[in-house]
């Protein structure tokens, strides 16, 4: 900026000072026409200000004393040995308000966003009893029973389809939906204190993406290998609560349990 411009000139607004005219603010000793090389000045971290060489105008210099208006407090209440860096906070803590945004975070501490990939595997499911999971046309509940020759074709082939981010963490496994039909997937809801496995309709479409924190959520599992070849399917939005099938006797309906619940099965064998 020219020696010769007093910016102190445009800045005082004050009642007392008399309006200048539009000759006096175009006057040549205000409106170099040299070209200058910009100029930047660190106020704070990741906040800088640049003086711009774009040649003054009358209604630059408008905008400016526009704005020096509309500070609170004003200027002219600053001390006039401020330095520059000093001057320079003066102004911003003016002009620059602090906005805090409230994010809204998952209770495993982050929120994250799941977006289903091109992958997508069919298998049959049976437990440790090698009872198979099969599927009543009309239900919306899934049964263990233990199929005997010629009744193989009634087991239900789930198509998995992964999700990435596939490992969260390391102890996360892979996140997954189970279909058991086109629109037709396992979710999981929370009735009272316990978690219920149902078979619910839902466009693929709407399936696309998934965030943990949202009740869409409740579709995806996190699948875990146990053991060889060994499956184990954790509800993604219940954390602690699995897949399971009951050890006593058949026909029992397929559910979810907690690590602590006896007489449930919650590994599986996938066969393709």
């Known amino acids: 900026m020219s020696s010769d411009c007093n910016l102190s000139d445009a800045l005082d607004s004050s009642p007392d000072s008399s309006p200048r005219s539009s000759q006096d603010i175009s006057d040549p000793c205000c409106c170099d026409m040299q070209d200058i090389e910009d100029q930047t000045f660190r106020l704070d971290d990741g906040l800088d200000l640049q003086i711009s060489t774009n040649r003054r105008t009358l209604q630059g210099v408008a905008n400016l004393v526009l704005a020096v208006n509309r500070m609170k407090p004003p200027l002219a209440l600053c001390s006039p040995d401020l330095s520059e860096g000093e001057l320079c906070s003066a102004i911003m803590d003016c002009v620059v308000e602090e906005t805090i945004a409230e994010t809204t975070i998952s209770a495993t501490g982050q929120q994250r966003t799941f977006y289903r990939a091109n992958s997508v595997n069919e298998y049959s499911i049976c437990d440790l009893s090698q009872k198979d999971i099969i599927h009543q046309s009309g239900e919306f509940k899934l049964q263990a029973i233990t199929l005997k020759g010629g009744y193989q074709d009634r087991r239900v082939y789930f198509k998995m389809s992964r999700y990435f981010p596939f490992r969260v963490c390391h102890d996360d496994g892979e996140s997954v939906l189970l279909s058991v039909a086109k629109n037709l997937h396992l979710s ?85």
């Not at 943990?212 to 184990?232: K, P, Q």
């Not at 939005?237 to 050890?247: E, Q, V």
């Not at 006593?248 to 907690?258: G, K, L």
Request: aromatic share 10%; net charge negative.
């Open 188 to 272: 999981c809801t929370m009735i009272e204190d316990a978690v219920v496995l149902n078979l619910e309709e839902c466009s693929e479409q709407d399936l696309t993406q998934i965030k943990d924190n949202e009740n869409m959520a409740r579709y995806l599992f996190f699948r875990r290998n146990s053991g060889v070849s060994m499956n184990t399917f954790e509800s993604l939005k219940y954390r602690g609560w699995f897949i399971s099938t009951s050890s006593q006797p058949e026909n029992q309906t397929v559910e979810m349990c907690t690590v602590d619940a006896t007489c449930r099965h919650r590994e599986f064998k996938l066969n393709t």
